[in-house]
């Protein structure tokens, strides 16, 4: 369907004049928000504690230590950049720890303005989240601060700063939990991290998002298309909801279009390149630190068997591409087969650009970038990975939850439950419950929810139940649909809950969860 841009402002515009939706949240069951105290102070400490005590140990420490700073980087193919660096560098180091150890982080803070690390994924200890004004204060220029917790499970994660749009200036690298007893059907390991890019080559993040809050118009940009939505009823876009893409995944739109796309910091004229031998079994690991931008991501002329997503084991899934919302992992074991491929990115709802790293043997020559695809058949997404077996979540519900996610581009302003202060309680639970929770997305955009502190289940995606959907801990909302999630409160503490979309979250899509007496 070819439909322009314009004629969708105006179907949105005469829902807006139409539909209605409610704006605070809902639930059924008895103990799910309300009452009782929360858990602070003393109370709060001895909880964490607690937790932490009982967590299994390997009676090692990891000390890993980075330093944030200015530096400059070369995405290749002549383009540079002055941004904002772990030790030097895009992405970050790699950093590694095995199951149970005690890790230290240490962070030096020489950029010369506040600055903050979470690690995306791993539900550790609330103190050690790393989430200002929630959590922890924020690390002060000049200062040094230790993060100190047990790695609490195994997996691909990635760590990143959680200060303003530091993040999309370059504050970002892996974090792999390693687990020694864990059988690896693979021969090495291939970490990418795939991002949209502006810093040096466009306007810097901060612009973007001062033009987005000062639009006066809806079509101010023809990149710049998620809202007049505030208000939609589900029913009422049912039309709208099911146009699509060129993946057919739903016409899922975007704030902004990007200069370019990298895979681990390098533009797809000059990309980095990986030799290999043909047999040769890799483990991909594979990260969306995109700002705002979803992925497609494959390796030509292979198929890949994907093993895991978000750090948490599948059943495996024979695939050609995967969909990768903000923030979201996966793990796929490939095979190498002879000569050189491109390990392409497609963004989704953008209109140029692809990323690429370079998967090559001997002496093969590296394809030209005008050989990338712009689309992608048969592509796996969320609704069709199912969890391992031993990682299932256990326990009935005792309550459901409703998250309504909402907004506009004039103004600029998004919002979870028509709440818009970043810090306020959306949720409260009791530790030892059980409940669900299901994420209505009432816009045009992907919404990329990711809770901290705890991984999920997804019990129902687009409105298709799921048999032991798998465990994540950010999943992909797209556009007027919903998606369901099973929580377990194993974990004390007040914890963030937001879209990964960057400048959704900066301008109020994001809340906390807390735990109460």
Avoid at 184 to 199: H, P
Avoid at 412 to 441: C, K, P, Q
Wanted: aromatic share 6%.
């Amino acid at each position: 369907m070819n439909v322009s841009r314009r004629a969708v402002i105006g179907g949105l515009l005469g829902v807006v004049a139409t539909g209605t939706v409610a704006g605070c949240a809902s639930q059924t069951g008895t103990n799910a928000v309300g009452g009782g105290q929360t858990l602070a102070g003393e109370a709060l400490k001895s909880a964490i504690e607690r937790v932490e005590a009982a967590r299994f140990a390997s009676n090692k420490t990891t000390n890993l230590n980075v330093r944030q700073a200015l530096g400059k980087v070369e995405l290749g193919a002549g383009k540079t950049a002055t941004a904002k660096l772990f030790n030097a560098q895009l992405p970050g180091q790699h950093l590694r720890a095995n199951y149970g150890d005690l890790v230290r982080l240490t962070q030096t803070n020489d950029l010369g303005e506040n600055t903050s690390i979470h690690i995306h994924g791993l539900a550790l200890r609330n103190d050690a989240d790393g989430v200002p004004m929630l959590t922890q204060d924020e690390v002060a220029a000049g200062a040094t601060f230790t993060q100190a917790f047990k790695a609490p499970h195994p997996g691909t994660y990635w760590y990143h700063s959680h200060t303003g749009l530091q993040p999309e200036e370059g504050l970002y690298g892996s974090f792999i939990i390693d687990d020694p007893n864990e059988a690896g059907a693979y021969d090495s390991e291939w970490i990418l991290m795939l991002d949209d890019w502006t810093l040096g080559l466009g306007k810097t993040p901060q612009q973007i998002l001062t033009d987005l809050k000062a639009a006066t118009s809806s079509d101010h940009d023809m990149g710049h298309m998620g809202g007049m939505n505030m208000g939609m009823n589900m029913g009422g876009m049912s039309g709208m909801a099911g146009m699509q893409d060129q993946f057919g995944l739903g016409m899922g739109m975007s704030d902004v279009q990007y200069p370019a796309y990298i895979i681990n910091g390098r533009v797809a004229e000059d990309p980095e390149v990986r030799q290999a031998k043909v047999g040769e079994r890799i483990r991909l690991r594979i990260i969306n630190a995109a700002s705002d931008t979803a992925f497609v991501f494959g390796v030509d002329g292979h198929e890949m068997t994907v093993t895991h997503t978000d750090g948490f084991a599948v059943k495996p899934r024979n695939s050609t591409s995967v969909l990768l919302g903000m923030g979201e992992r996966i793990d796929a074991i490939v095979t190498v087969t002879d000569g050189a491929h491109n390990a392409f990115a497609i963004p989704v709802g953008k209109t140029t650009g692809v990323a690429r790293s370079v998967l090559k043997t001997g002496s093969a020559a590296i394809p030209p970038a005008s050989t990338l695809p712009t689309t992608a058949k048969s592509v796996t997404q969320v609704v069709d990975l199912q969890a391992a077996d031993d990682v299932l979540l256990t326990g009935k519900s005792s309550a459901t939850l409703e998250a309504m996610l909402m907004g506009t581009m004039v103004p600029y302003s998004w919002n979870i439950n028509g709440n818009t202060d970043m810090h306020a309680t959306l949720f409260e639970l009791r530790e030892g419950e059980t409940v669900d929770l299901n994420f209505s997305n009432h816009s045009m955009m992907f919404h990329p929810m990711h809770l901290h502190g705890h991984t999920f289940q997804v019990l129902d995606a687009y409105g298709r139940g799921l048999t032991n959907g798998p465990r994540k801990d950010t999943v992909l909302v797209k556009p007027m649909t919903s998606v369901r999630i099973r929580i377990q409160a194993d974990n004390p503490g007040d914890w963030a809950i937001h879209c990964h979309n960057s400048y959704h979250m900066e301008t109020g899509m994001m809340g906390a969860i807390r735990y109460k007496l």
